[in-house]
């Protein structure tokens, strides 16, 4: 009688953990066909833009006899919850995606097309589109996505009333950054906000201090697992730099404690108690939605600094390239997902982009850019993504999903001061690249 | 039973030992279910409880990305969990947290509870007041506060002589602290709710005899109140250690584990490994880590309290 009475104790607490686990576990099954019903499916992430894919959905419906549906994954989870599905009867035709790491898992478990028959059929697919922007879902040396949203480069926003004030200028190199930061402390405003708390905002800083002191290659290298990269004399000089910006208070003492997500250090740069902040091309739209006033008379943007000295070209961008559309190989109906492919260059699908305030990468975009809401900021971003020597993928999205933790991790403690370059070094060699 | 079973006559002997054996098993069972009973309730806990476990058990010898099939790995998932300096501090810190949640919530709504259950004035507004926490959902309570906690906008920017550079989230210390804050408020309400009910339940002819006695207030709660709430406490007390252990929106939405690995607890750190990094293997590991270890406490907990042969408070009453 007791054992049984304790049985259920014994169990009870880890029950929900393991029923969380497990539950994932029966839904895998055995791989299964895509849902053949004569359609094909589209998944995207359920956001504002998802108002241009249905009306491309809709045109594509008008004329083909297989039709598109799309179906979305609200919310933040979208690639945990596409891990979960897509290997099942449930898996879709064509899915969104990010490009580089967050299509690896699935092309190493060969369930992605490899789009070179399509690009054979029809070259625009792959030339009608920014090489750089399109090179970042090229994996193993073929193509596995087009792009279908957005770019969203990281640029150093600043709010030019409080330069004004402190009576200095955006910074053209890292020197000038440098004085700047001092310059803008002693006036008593943050130089530079950082959402640390939600870790990413932090890693914009690696990006492009690594890109401007090693140039590309070098994560390159290491993303290709030649891990001696890290130790080199370009990544011990790029820790070192950012360890000065840090110690020199440019990012203010309580950075891990601000977060962008909730709108924290936006509102910093809005309010003037900052004067710059490190973010993806997102940020414009997100100040014009939370701070109107601003948005209008204060917003500036600029390009990251130079380093002199450095190997990376100061032209070189880092960020989001682009989302893109993966084919799923058991797809039943591949000609009509190519035709459907097709539309992501048409003139349609670059105006309805455009309207919503999302930059495409093709190259009829340019046509475009003075119907944009705000058509000095697309053309500034345009000609950035389309001179950039290198547009180098964030790094959480280059490596695979399961380096994504232990990078966030990193960044945020080399920035507090936890782990010294050596622990940082060490950490990311530890990084798995497959 | 058993014995009386194998030492009945065989086949050879009469009718009436084999009937009047049934009429005594009858009658003292009387007032008792049988096994049929509670075959739902078994069906449901293998199902879902003792199914998935040890599915979750094969799991962690297998290494499993969610993609293809899961592959036997040995004990691969296992050595690396337990060399884990991250998984071994997420152990101390899930206790950290528990042994918090339960020394600062345990007194807090003792105190509170009593006080419930008296017939002062303004006492049911104010404990209707006290009880709102618990109705909103952990995640609301966790993305509330986060944003109370701002530094540059929320309570510390008022109050700087108290929080500094109201770096709250930015030191292992302090976002500890808030996270066994957040919970505290949180939770309270509800251990409240048990001590109330516990407390209305003390007969009054307890105090009543102790006024006689000339008592006070405080003997009265430390002598009479106290010990009557005995079987409270580790009602309570096992809740919240089950609650502390399996601490996972609060940490989700207020640190994300940070700042680096300073607030992984280990229900987090399993969802990082099998949800963030699709380690499967790994993740089912640290689950059945947790569950050892759960089991352990609430078996130490049992032993030491008494819970399992509980006796009534109220013996000469």
New interface residues.
Partial sequence: M?IR??L??????????????????CG?G?GGGSSDDGKIHVLVYGDASNKVEKQIVATFNKTSDVKAVLDTIPGADYQ?KL??I??TPQAPDVFFNWGGGSIQ??VK?D?LMPLDDFIKDDPALKSNFLPSVFNSAVVDGKAYGIPMRGTQPVLLFNNGNVLDDAGVQPPKTWDELLSTVKTLKGKGVTPIALG????WPTLMWFEYVYDRVAGPELFEKALGGEKSAWESPESKKALSMLKELVDAGAF????????YT?G?SP??VAKG?AAFELMGSWYYAQQQQDAKDFAAKGLGYTTFPAVSGGKGDQADVVGNTNNFYSVLKKTKHPEAVEKFLKLMYSDEFVKAQMAIGNLPTTTNTEKFLDTSASPAYSHFQYDLVKKAPSFQLSWDQAYP?????PIH?AV??FF?G??DADGFIKAMQALPTE | MTTETTSAPPAAGSRTPARRRSEGSYTAHVGRPGFAWAVPATLFFLIFAIAPLVMVAVLSFMSWNGLGSPRFVGMDNWSRVLDDPVMIKSIWLTLLVTVLGVAIQTPLSILLGVWAAGQQRNRAVLSVIYFIPLLLSSTAVSVLWRALLDPNFGIPAQATWLFGDGNLFGKQASAIGVLAFVSTWQFTPFHTLIYQGAARAIPQVLYQAAEIDGAGRYRQFFHITLPQLRNSVVTSMILMIVGGLTTFETVLILTQGGPGTDTTISAYYMYQKAFKSFDFGAGAAIALVLVVAATIISLIVVRVSGYDKMRSSMEGL
């Fill in positions: 007791k009475a304790r259920p104790r014994l169990v009870a607490g880890g029950a929900t953990l393991a029923l969380a686990l497990s539950l994932s576990a895998s055995t945990q891990q979960t897509i290997n898992p699935f478990a369930l640390g708390g939600d870790q203010g003492t309580n950075f891990d404690s601000v977060k909730n924290a509102a910093l108690k999903p399961s380096a994504i933790t991790q945020q403690q507090n936890q782990i």
